[in-house]
């Protein structure tokens, strides 16, 4: 029966462990993403840097410019190099292609009305608005956090109404040692103690077969992820939850247990007394 037990505490916390697991390998994507909506406006590859200042002053005119930071074509050069994958392909090219821009940072919700307005200054060959797409992500990682919480806390109570069960059930087993016990002098706690030894040891057993389960996992998945990063030039993987994290879980799922058999041994000692 415990090891039963354990097996059900294991499968369902490994839900949402696995899903913490993948949220935190998508969340490592977008920490390199620049989450601030700005507009990164573009000059003519031939246009001289006295130009560039020209058409610099004009953006800085805007009031609904907040900040704003020239990007001179080497620095833009070497922030692609940078990039996992990409050396070859920069080296490759002999030259620079990119050209001087200006990166913008608008007030909140002029985005696409002073784009629009960047596009009608002369000298300017291409402006695009970037980051909201990654904004939306983050967004949608922090709901997808959110639901994690939700699905934890729904399945821990299912796990706290299994270790009740299971303490109920040995409690009622041995009703007649404990009413002996409790005749010679047996305090509550002496006989509180090994049901609570019962429950935190369930849990946690079911803590680390929810670790197995989602190590187990994430091997499966990382075959199939890492031929698609591999052809993206990239290096990317599912990693298996930290050290730190892992620990939560394993100390979660055991005070789950310790919760079940507490409430479970209070209920029944006082239906004996």
Same mark, same amino acid.
């Given at each position: 029966m415990g090891v039963l037990n354990a097996l059900v505490i294991?499968?369902?916390? %490994? =839900? /949402?462990? @696995?899903?913490?697991?993948?949220?935190?390998?998508?969340?490592?994507?977008? %920490?390199? =993403?620049?989450?601030? !909506? $700005?507009?990164?406006?573009?000059?003519p590859a031939d246009a001289t840097r006295q130009q560039a200042e020209v058409v610099g002053g004009k953006v800085r005119a805007d009031r609904r410019v907040v900040k704003l930071r020239f990007l001179p074509r080497e620095e833009a050069l070497k922030e692609l190099a940078g990039m996992q994958g990409l050396p070859e392909l920069v080296r490759a090219l002999g030259r620079n292609p990119l050209p001087d821009a200006w990166v913008v940072i608008p007030r909140p919700g002029s985005l696409d009305d002073l784009a629009k307005d960047l596009r009608g200054i002369p000298g300017v060959a291409h402006v695009q608005a970037d980051a909201l797409w990654a904004q939306r992500l983050a967004q949608l990682a922090a709901l997808g956090k959110l639901g994690l919480w939700l699905l934890a806390a729904l399945l821990g109570a299912g796990l706290v109404a299994?270790?009740?069960?299971?303490?109920? =059930?040995?409690?009622?087993? $041995?009703?007649?040692?404990?009413?002996? @016990?409790?005749?010679?002098? &047996?305090?509550?706690?002496?006989?509180?103690? !090994?049901?609570?030894?019962?429950?935190l040891l369930q849990g946690a057993a079911g803590g680390v077969l929810a670790l197995l389960i989602v190590a187990l996992v994430l091997v499966l998945l990382n075959r199939e992820v890492g031929a698609l990063a +591999? %052809?993206?030039? %990239? @290096?990317?993987?599912? +990693?298996? /939850?930290?050290?730190?994290? @892992?620990?939560?879980?394993?100390?979660? &799922?055991?005070?789950?247990?310790? =919760?079940?058999?507490?409430?479970s041994v209070s209920r029944q000692l006082r239906d004996l007394d």
């Open positions: 294991g499968i369902a916390l %490994s =839900l /949402p462990g @696995a899903g913490y697991a993948l949220l935190e390998g998508l969340r490592g994507i977008g %920490s390199n =993403l620049a989450l601030e !909506p $700005q507009i990164t406006v573009f000059l299994v270790t009740f069960n299971t303490v109920r =059930l040995h409690i009622l087993t $041995q009703r007649d040692e404990i009413e002996v @016990a409790k005749l010679i002098g &047996a305090t509550d706690a002496f006989i509180r103690r !090994p049901f609570y030894y019962t429950g +591999a %052809s993206y030039g %990239s @290096a990317f993987r599912f +990693a298996f /939850p930290a050290a730190g994290d @892992a620990l939560a879980i394993v100390l979660f &799922a055991a005070g789950l247990g310790w =919760l079940g058999a507490y409430l």
